[in-house]
């Protein structure tokens, strides 16, 4: 009872309040949707009974496992209508890290013709860079196409890159630091016109801008429920019919054995409900997410100097807003916006802990005054134009100090 009722408290107030100590409620403003979304109120009601009382093995042959069966296929539905994919197509994995593994390795194995080689990119995520970077280790060759200065893939530098071996091209959707989109369709046009497979990591763009695997010629897309609104932990790999790779995982015949494992019944539920609300409201949500953006975008630029918008100004995700500020570390940055209970990510959440720079701002030539000053904040349907005054005024008071500081 007492988590519902936290739960119930949760949603009245969008999560926007944060406990201090001593029991005090501050306001909460989360601008770091690309590191994670909070699960939508239906999503949460949706999983609640398969963590508690529908608890059966939907591998089982009685009522209590056949209804959690039949709860898995109508998630399955229901993320299929998202990309445009016929719902056996799709095949729930743990997330985007799985969906991205699975197919850089899936693609290799068991081949006979000893073809081993691929085309990415070099601002993917850590979930493709690392997996590349293993895979090299193992022998496997990698071509990694560069970006121009707003992070855009060239079409015409992919393909200089095609060789007789080739057996990929992963490019991702959206970028998830500086929400640069790619021209996913060319590219699948040229994989197609080549008979080379084609991957996308679409985490950052599956429920925020519309998708039609079959118009854009992907054979592959990785997602993650929780940067939809849906839990952490479950995703899905799409898999064009016919285009099916071998398992990464062996054990049970589940996911009609290309996954074994018992699903995550719960978080495959809420991934369903996640992306039933996506499509009810993608439109009008985008919209006024990209609104708020622009207002954003333009409120930075116009009160504070020497800031610099990262990534493109149209081709952008919707919700995505990356600054850098010359002259300071966005890390500190961070830290004082913390303080103020305003959530952003310097950089990218992962390379965050690494301590290294981003890839994504080297590869894009930002230039050195700039690189470690960035910020990303990525929007939600709940953020207010209030809320983002508020920030740019926080914002404008802590460059200003900090930049005092490293003058003195
Ligand atoms: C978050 C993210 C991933 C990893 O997804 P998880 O479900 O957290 O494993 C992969 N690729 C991109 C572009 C992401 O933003």
Not at 178 to 199: N, S, V
Not at 300 to 311: C, F, Q, Y
């Amino acid at each position: 009872m007492l988590i519902e009722r936290q739960f119930v408290a949760d949603v009245a107030t969008h999560g926007k309040q944060r406990q201090m100590t001593g029991g005090i409620m501050e306001r909460q403003i989360y601008l770091d949707h690309a590191a994670t979304t909070q699960p939508a109120p239906e999503v949460i009601q949706q999983m609640l009974p398969w963590l508690a009382g529908r608890y059966g093995n939907p591998s089982a042959r009685y009522q209590l496992g056949q209804e959690a069966g039949r709860c898995i296929a109508g998630a399955r539905k229901q993320v299929a209508a998202l990309i445009g994919a016929d719902e056996e197509e799709v095949y729930f994995t743990s997330g985007g890290t799985e969906s991205d593994n699975w197919v850089l390795r899936g693609c290799l194995s068991g081949r006979k013709d000893g073809k081993r080689h691929m085309i990415t990119t070099g601002i993917e995520h850590h979930a493709v860079l690392n997996t590349c970077a293993q895979l090299e280790r193992e022998g496997v060759e990698v071509s990694y196409v560069m970006p121009d200065g707003e992070g855009r893939v060239d079409v015409r530098d992919i393909e200089r890159e095609i060789r007789e071996d080739t057996v990929l091209i992963s490019v991702m959707y959206a970028n998830n630091e500086i929400g640069t989109m790619q021209p996913i369709r060319e590219i699948g046009l040229l994989a197609a016109e080549y008979g080379i497979p084609f991957h996308t990591d679409a985490v950052q763009a599956v429920g925020h801008v519309p998708i039609d695997v079959k118009a854009s010629g992907i054979t592959w897309l990785s997602a993650s429920a929780h940067k939809f609104h849906g839990p952490k932990g479950c995703g899905f790999l799409y898999m064009r019919k016919g285009h099916e790779l071998p398992s990464l995982l062996h054990g049970g015949a589940q996911e009609k054995g290309f996954r074994a494992g018992t699903e995550n019944v719960a978080g495959i539920a809420g991934m369903g409900a996640a992306a039933r609300v996506c499509m009810a409201h993608m439109s009008g949500d985008q919209e006024s997410i990209r609104r708020q953006r622009d207002y954003l975008i333009q409120k930075v630029e116009s009160s504070i100097p020497g800031a610099r918008l990262n990534g493109h100004r149209r081709m952008r995700l919707p919700n995505n807003v990356n600054f850098s500020f010359s002259g300071l570390e966005g890390a500190a940055l961070l830290l004082l916006l913390d303080q103020d209970g305003i959530c952003v990510s310097s950089g990218a959440a992962c390379s965050a802990s690494s301590g290294k720079g981003s890839h994504v701002l080297e590869a894009i030539g930002v230039p050195e005054e700039y690189q470690r000053g960035a910020v990303r904040m990525t929007l939600g349907p709940e953020t207010t134009r209030e809320e983002l005054d508020y920030v740019v005024e926080r914002l404008k008071e802590h460059i200003f100090q900090l930049r005092e500081m490293t003058d003195a």
